[in-house]
């Protein structure tokens, strides 16, 4: 079975650092785009930032660019996404998903993406 496995959410202070890891299992995710989302409370998901399976391009949320860095380690079959800075407004629960079109480059848009994780709360707040 494939599943997606997110950790490493919990609650940090407006400026802080959080590392979100995504832990593929049935699959390998060398051959798959990934994505981090994300949706805030009576908001609608949005795509945050994605990582290339060809090239290792990245693309960043114009808001975030500069403070996340998205990163895989094929080798361990993981994806990561290193956010510094946070505000309290990034508060949600954050979701990586997987996309096996086989396109180059990424796209933080959701309806390529077949398989998704269950998610990690991410709480920003003092």
């Known amino acids: 079975q494939v599943h997606l496995v997110e950790s490493g959410g919990g609650l940090v202070q407006p400026g802080g650092s959080l590392r979100l890891s995504c832990a593929a299992s049935?699959?390998?995710?060398?051959?798959?785009?990934m994505g981090w989302f994300r949706q805030a409370p009576g908001k609608e998901r949005e795509g945050v930032s994605c990582?290339?399976?060809?090239?290792?391009?990245?693309y960043y949320k114009d808001s975030v660019k500069g403070r996340f860095t998205i990163s895989r380690d094929n080798a361990k079959n993981t994806v990561y996404l290193q956010m510094n800075s946070l505000k309290p407004e990034e508060t949600a629960v954050y979701y990586c998903?997987?996309?096996?079109?086989?396109?180059?480059?990424?796209?933080?848009?959701?309806?390529?993406?077949?398989?998704w994780g269950q998610g990690t709360q991410v709480t920003v707040s003092s």
């Open positions: 998903a997987a996309d096996g079109t086989p396109v180059p480059g990424c796209t933080v848009v959701a309806s390529p993406y077949g398989y």
């Open positions: 049935g699959f390998t995710l060398d051959r798959y785009a």
């Open positions: 990582i290339s399976s060809s090239d290792g391009s990245t």
